[in-house]
């Protein structure tokens, strides 16, 4: 199966849902302001945001009233060209930085980090890069034998403390191993979660100063993880995350087990802060760069 038609299959669930409901409203009646108000009404549902929903409103109007749009195949057209526009140009996730490039990945318990983060040191080690990842989530042992397992299975390596130690010190270590070792990535694995009373927030910043002590300029990325099964709750927590301690790019996980991928679009338009990664599937080859092209295609144009 092609990249292209493991997407289209990945995004099964949010295509049926979204499309069909479209087809339903515009299939054999004419466009007016009562199925427009029908077809504002999918698209707030399914997760695609308030602010993107009153933009693809308002143009569709415009172009109704210019007599541009008479069908539903016309209505179709436009909201692709509507969805690129709000998506921008493909920023995918790319080692731009000197060496060591350093990712650190922030999100909350259960959204698939650790799995993000093996996959993606997979992905950079058949590439050609050394990997090192910081298991930086002490707080849970499950995390750090996770992440032992996907460094075995990747070729990467891993620097960690035990339980219960302090995560910076974690992250510090491993960025201080990949200048001495010559290592091209260093990839931090945070908690999403903690066990004592440090807030969060205060933890995730404090192992992004040590980071930037050991190498200025670092971490290069701050990869927040979310889970597209989610919905709205992934884009209240990229608000906070955001807010807290400023994230580059987003990797959208388990949108192939979701009728709610359209949250990518209400992430992009409401904090302008670009997806790079999206999980399609469970193999290594299923995490993959976001391109706004491919997603729209296979959004609009899959089969099923």
């Not at 709750?233 to 580059?248: D, H, P, S, W, Y």
Request: charged share 30%; hydrophobic share 45%; net charge negative.
């Amino acid at each position: 199966m092609g990249l292209l038609d493991r997407l289209k299959k990945g995004l099964s669930k949010t295509r049926k849902g979204f499309l069909g409901r479209i087809e339903d409203v515009f299939k054999g009646r004419d466009i007016d302001d009562s199925t427009i108000d029908e077809f504002e009404e999918v698209l707030i549902t399914s997760d695609i945001g308030m602010e993107a929903t009153v933009q693809i409103i308002d143009d569709l109007r415009q172009e109704v009233a210019s007599g541009k749009i008479k069908d539903y195949e016309g209505v179709k057209k436009f909201l692709k060209e509507e969805m690129l526009k709000i998506l921008g140009l493909a920023q995918p996730f790319v080692l731009y930085q000197e060496r060591p490039f350093v990712v650190m990945t922030v999100g909350v318990n259960g959204v698939g980090k650790t799995t993000t983060i093996g996959k993606l040191a997979s992905r950079l080690y058949s590439e050609g890069y050394s990997v090192i990842m910081a298991a930086a989530d002490t707080f849970r042992a499950a995390a750090i034998e996770q992440l032992e397992i996907w460094a075995e299975r990747s070729g990467a390596q891993i620097v960690k403390h035990q339980s219960g130690s302090d995560p910076a010190a974690v992250a510090y270590d491993a960025v201080e191993a990949a200048k001495a070792r010559g290592v091209d990535v260093v990839i931090v694995d945070t908690a999403g979660r903690l066990h004592t009373k440090m807030p969060l927030m205060e933890e995730l910043k404090k192992i992004k100063r040590v980071i930037n002590k050991s190498m200025p300029g670092a971490p290069h990325e701050t990869l927040l993880v979310v889970d597209a099964t989610t919905g709205q709750n992934a884009l209240r927590q990229a608000k906070m995350f955001n807010e807290a301690i400023g994230v580059t790019g987003i990797a959208l996980t388990k949108l192939d087990g979701t009728a709610k991928g359209g949250i990518v679009f209400a992430i992009k338009k409401e904090l302008n802060i670009p997806v790079r990664l999206i999980g399609v599937g469970e193999g290594v080859e299923d995490l993959r760069d976001f391109i706004p092209e491919e997603f729209v295609e296979a959004l609009l144009e899959g089969n099923g």
